[in-house]
């Protein structure tokens, strides 16, 4: 099975640190289920991954994916030097990072995000450093509460997607809250990792499931209510969810793993790393 970059998910495996015990299941959860399930996992967890990949993270580094690929030297967002007075839509931005990356370079960054724990720990951050804070904003991705045409860029590392159940409708919303050729780029878990184990080792090489099957992978307790979910799409789902959205693909980045970089992040591991992707990065443009 595969999921997002910090969450260790395993149909043995313990979940979420919190010493629960949920079945790890494939069945249908609709996008109300499916965003209170990320709503009160993300609230639970939020200590831990900051606590676990802060440091990779950094406090105002933009990265994508576990593979480390930086934005300062990817530019999937453009010229750099363009993004000064922009208006930014960070989507599912945890503490904020990319936020801050984004703000330092003179765009006025909104960073989004479901959790609220999330949210605190963006605070944490700009309160340590004494930073003017990053605005932020509780909020669902599926619906967005903003005017339409109120950004010109969007973003999201490995924020949101892989959580929605309707990311058709997700890719219309942020069509709706961009202005005309304004850039929205996202990285999510490469959907060729649906099909294998999440292990970061020699057993998360061999496929064990179809990568056609969007059935999500859901995480329950014991009266059945979802505790975690994810949603799977194939790369041609995501082309054609973003085409219907009104969008034009500028790129699909498929970052290689590094060479000198042995840090693991869930399944996500050099040895895997130089045989299959891990992340999908698309670059897309409003019409
Ligand atoms: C893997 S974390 C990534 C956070 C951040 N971008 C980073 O790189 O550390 C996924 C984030 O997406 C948020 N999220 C999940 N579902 C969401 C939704 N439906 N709307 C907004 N945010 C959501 C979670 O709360 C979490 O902070």
């Given amino acids: 099975m595969t999921t997002t970059p910090d969450h260790p998910a395993d149909d043995d495996r313990e979940h979420g640190g919190h010493g629960e015990e949920d ?138 997607v892989p959580f929605s159940a309707d990311t058709a409708a997700l890719m219309r919303e942020v069509h709706r809250v961009l202005r005309p050729g304004a850039r929205w780029v996202f990285s999510v878990t490469h959907p060729i990792r649906w099909a294998f184990p999440d292990e970061p080792g020699v057993e998360g090489l061999t496929a064990t499931a179809s990568y056609f099957d969007r059935t999500p992978y859901v995480e329950q307790d014991e009266q059945g209510r979802a505790t975690y979910v994810e949603h799977h799409r194939t790369l041609g789902d995501r082309v054609r969810e973003l085409a219907a959205a009104g969008f034009r693909l500028l790129d699909l980045v498929e970052p290689e793993w590094p060479e000198g970089h042995d840090q693991e992040w869930g399944g996500w591991s050099p040895l895997r790393g130089r045989l299959i992707p891990g992340t999908a990065i698309f670059v897309a443009q409003r019409g």
């Fill in 23 to 160: 079945d790890a299941v494939r069945r249908t959860a609709d996008p109300g289920e499916s965003s209170r399930a990320s709503r009160h996992w993300w609230d639970r967890n939020a200590d831990e991954y900051q606590d676990e990949h802060g440091a990779f993270l950094g406090d105002d580094r933009f990265t994508w994916c576990p593979e480390g690929l930086d934005e300062a030297d990817a530019r999937l967002l453009g010229d750099p030097a363009a993004l000064k007075g922009l208006d930014v839509l960070e989507i599912g931005a945890g503490a904020a990072q990319c936020s801050r990356w984004l703000a330092a370079r003179g765009a006025r960054p909104v960073a989004l995000d479901i959790s609220f724990r999330q949210l605190q720990h963006s605070r944490r951050i700009d309160l340590v450093r004494g930073d003017e804070p990053v605005a932020v904003v509780q909020a669902d991705a599926a619906v967005l509460p903003f005017a339409d045409g109120a950004f010109d860029l969007a973003c999201s590392a490995y924020g949101a």
